[in-house]
């Protein structure tokens, strides 16, 4: 089955890059994706990257994919008291018919 | 808010209760999900609609769970003889999906159920 590993928490201080790993091990996985999850709110897609690019930005926002290693990432850059929240790696195959998360890491961010 | 809401955002039960929970996505999206988040945890995939079609169940869904979108509009998922394991969040999500790609395929998720069982 489809297993997502994250670390589960990272501390950055405010205009710092933040970089959140995520490992994967279903080969077949399509698109990846990083959502966000803020406290009492539901999670709201930030990006997604299809499986045969390597790194895709958009804003502050980096992810690189290393589909060899199957290891994603997502940089953020300049990060803000407002970036603090959950992180959520995951994946899905072509036909969308089925999405699987990591466990999340928790991003803090001091001042 | 995301324009997917959910019914009951909150619903404390007693073990061996039936409890029924209900989503309506946005009005346009084809496919819908259910998911099951417990605490420090991702969410897990219970199962997905296409239409009023469900194409596909997670191994998580007992047999004590049934999900339902008879008109491929709403959904209902039902637990029956509810256990202590059941506490969880129970979110829907739903996307348009009428294309190919990611970016129809976007989820739009909403604020969940939060179950509590005594």
């Known amino acids: 089955g489809e297993d997502v590993e994250q670390s589960l928490f990272l501390s950055v201080r405010e205009g710092d890059s933040s970089v959140i790993n995520c490992t994967y091990t279903?080969?077949?996985?399509?698109?990846l994706y990083w959502y966000k999850q803020e406290p009492g709110a539901g999670l709201q897609l930030l990006t997604y990257?299809?499986?045969?690019?390597d790194m895709k930005q958009d804003q502050r926002l980096t992810v690189l994919l290393n589909k060899k290693d199957k290891h994603l990432s997502l940089r953020i850059a300049d990060t803000q008291t407002g970036d603090s929240a959950i992180y959520f790696c995951a994946g899905s195959l072509y036909n969308f018919n089925k999405f699987y998360f990591g466990s999340g890491t928790k991003l803090n961010v001091k001042p | 808010d995301t324009g997917v809401s959910q019914d009951p955002r909150h619903k404390i039960t007693k073990r061996g209760q039936n409890v029924t929970f209900r989503c309506d996505p946005i009005s346009e999206h084809n496919r819908l999900y259910w998911y099951r988040q417990t605490l420090g945890q991702g969410p897990e995939f219970l199962t997905y609609f296409q239409n009023e079609a469900q194409l596909e169940k997670s191994r998580l869904l007992s047999d004590r769970f049934s999900a339902e979108r008879p008109k491929g509009s709403f959904s209902t998922l039902e637990i029956q003889r509810t256990e202590q394991g059941d506490s969880a969040m129970y979110l829907c999500?739903?996307?348009?999906?009428?294309?190919?790609?990611?970016?129809?395929?976007?989820?739009?998720f909403g604020p969940g159920t939060r179950l509590t069982v005594l």
């Open positions: 990257i299809f499986s045969n690019m």
């Open positions: 999500a739903s996307s348009l999906g009428r294309l190919a790609g990611a970016g129809y395929n976007e989820q739009f």
């Open positions: 279903d080969s077949s996985s399509t698109y």
